[in-house]
């Protein structure tokens, strides 16, 4: 037996400045034979009043898609739930990491601060070993020239 049956395809809904100005259905109408389809054609876009006007259920199309704008806006908050948790999360480990990064800075400026005293230090016990050096040399010298002195006088003696 041949069949023609129509039902809903598309629910559109128009916005203009955040407000809804229109709404349009477009229908599926299929022609099939014993349960076997034999074609299918989408209809243009017509006014919701019209669909109202041939008797179509509109009323279960609002509770559908009250229903799926429910789910979709519920998803939505699952969804934004999630970034917000992530971005407290990197969040956390951007200042974790930045607060290492301010160890690790003065930390560095610690350590160049110890080497930079430990040069100088190095510097200075440096010049007093060669102030020390140059102080044996000279007393060296001078009791070489005092034992030299001695000899010469006992010599002349």
Avoid: C
């Amino acid at each position: 037996m041949l069949t023609k049956t129509t039902q809903p395809y598309e629910f559109l809904i128009r916005w203009t400045d955040g407000k809804i100005s229109g709404a349009h259905i477009k229908f599926l109408e299929t022609v099939s034979e014993d349960g076997v389809t034999l074609a299918q054609k989408e209809t243009s876009a017509e006014p919701v009043e019209l669909a109202i006007e041939v008797g179509f259920p509109m009323a279960d199309v609002w509770a559908m898609v009250s229903a799926g704008a429910a789910q979709v806006g519920q998803q939505a908050l699952t969804d934004i739930a999630g970034a917000n948790a992530k971005k407290l999360e990197a969040e956390a480990t951007e200042a974790t990491a930045l607060a290492a990064k301010e160890a690790a800075t003065k930390a560095e400026a610690e350590a160049k601060a110890a080497a930079d005293a430990a040069e100088k230090e190095n510097a200075r016990l440096a010049q007093a070993l060669a102030v020390a050096e140059a102080a044996a040399k000279a007393a060296a010298d001078k009791q070489a020239f005092d034992d030299a002195v001695a000899a010469a006088v006992r010599e002349a003696a």
